[in-house]
């Protein structure tokens, strides 16, 4: 069950990521960046936890593994697509003929 949220939880946050980092470059590469940063830095608390000796399911270690697994990914993905976004208002064509 807490693999099922987890997997939920982590489209939900890669999916609002892309939404609202729309034809945003530096804004994408920001948030590609802190979902890296976080799928790889997380992890190590719970490591961390298991050193010290506090009990932890397996279960719950596995799911929250693969959640930040698939932030890496996600994050990834995000920074790959915000170098792939043009910058600005590139897209908008300009009515340059003097109708209107």
């Known amino acids: 069950m807490l693999m099922i949220v987890l997997l939920a939880l982590g ?10 980092t729309e034809k945003q470059k530096k804004q ?3 948030v590609g960046s802190v979902l890296m940063l976080f ?17 932890i399911g397996l279960n719950v270690e ?8 698939m932030l890496l990914i996600g994050g ?3 920074v790959i697509a915000g170098l792939f976004t043009s910058s600005g208002n590139g897209n908008v064509i300009e009515n340059t003929s003097g109708e209107k």
């Open 62 to 69: 596995v799911s929250i593994m693969v959640f930040n697994f």
């Open 11 to 20: 489209l939900l946050i890669i999916s609002v990521c892309l939404g609202l």
């Open 28 to 30: 994408r590469l920001l």
């Open 76 to 78: 990834i993905i995000t």
């Open 39 to 55: 799928g790889i830095f997380c992890p190590i608390f719970l490591v961390l936890l298991t050193l010290y000796g506090l009990p």
